[in-house]
Antibody, heavy 121, light 107 residues
Framework: QLQLQESGPGLVKPSETLSLTCSLS??????????WGWMRQPPGKGLEWIGK???????QYNPSLRGRATISRDTSKNHFSLRLTSVTAADTAVYHC?????????????WGRGTTVTVSS | DMQMTQSPSSLSASVGDRVTITCRAS??????LNWYQQKPGKAPNLLIY???SLQIGVPSRFSGSGSGTDFTLTISSLQPEDFATYFC?????????FGQGTKLDIK
């Protein structure tokens, strides 16, 4: 059974880079049926899709992040990562990783519990 | 971006009640619509995909319907474990977008 676990610093200073990792057990980041995505939920707000990486390493991002996000993968460690540069308080959120089906209707069937990231000096 | 509007934003109901939550897309999305349940501190859980297909392991009291712009999630008889937040998500076009959520609590 697939499990996803987010990890990374819980506190990041303004203007610095947020780095998170999602570790997989029970599947592979090179599985061609799926994409691997990141979402976030700021306090008191709804979910926001950050982006995804597919089995070949192809990526797509939410334009709202203005090029600050990078999703990568490490096939040897079977994990994928999120980097978000130049963070501000608005990036404070619970960050979730998830597995998505890379075909209609692009649903996400397994999610991590999420990790809280606070941006503060 | 595709806007997803859920209603109501909160709902109070009793065990055994029938509950319906709606989700409206700003443009037609065929059946690229998915529903999730989330409890505090837990991972979101996929309930319904492709508007009306029940995810494996999800109780049959959950059902979904709709296509185009208007969708519904129905819980036929609320159970205590169903009190949670529900949200819809469109997979029609990136950036994928979510409804703002419907918090279902006990009356």
């Amino acid at each position: 059974q697939l499990q996803l676990q987010e990890s990374g610093p819980g506190l990041v200073k303004p203007s610095e880079t947020l780095s998170l990792t999602c570790s997989l057990s029970g599947d592979s980041v090179t599985n061609s049926n799926f994409y691997w995505g990141w979402m976030r939920q700021p306090p008191g707000k709804g979910l926001e899709w950050i982006g995804k990486i597919d089995y070949s390493g192809g990526t797509q991002y939410n334009p709202s992040l203005r090029g600050r996000a990078t999703i990568s993968r490490d096939t040897s460690k079977n994990h994928f990562s999120l980097r978000l540069t130049s963070v501000t308080a608005a990036d404070t959120a619970v960050y979730h990783c998830a597995r998505g089906h890379d075909f209609w209707p692009y649903h996400m069937d397994v999610w991590g519990r999420g990790t809280t990231v606070t941006v503060s000096s | 971006d595709m806007q997803m509007t859920q209603s109501p934003s909160s709902l109070s109901a009793s065990v055994g009640d029938r509950v319906t939550i709606t989700c409206r897309a700003s443009e037609a999305i065929s059946t690229y619509l998915n529903w999730y349940q989330q409890k505090p501190g837990k991972a979101p859980n996929l309930l319904i995909y492709a508007a009306s297909s029940l995810q494996i392991g999800v109780p049959s009291r959950f059902s979904g319907s709709g296509s185009g712009t208007d969708f519904t999630l129905t819980i036929s008889s609320l159970q205590p474990e169903d009190f949670a937040t529900y949200f819809c998500q469109q997979g029609y076009i990136t950036p994928y977008t979510f409804g703002q959520g419907t918090k279902l609590d006990i009356k």
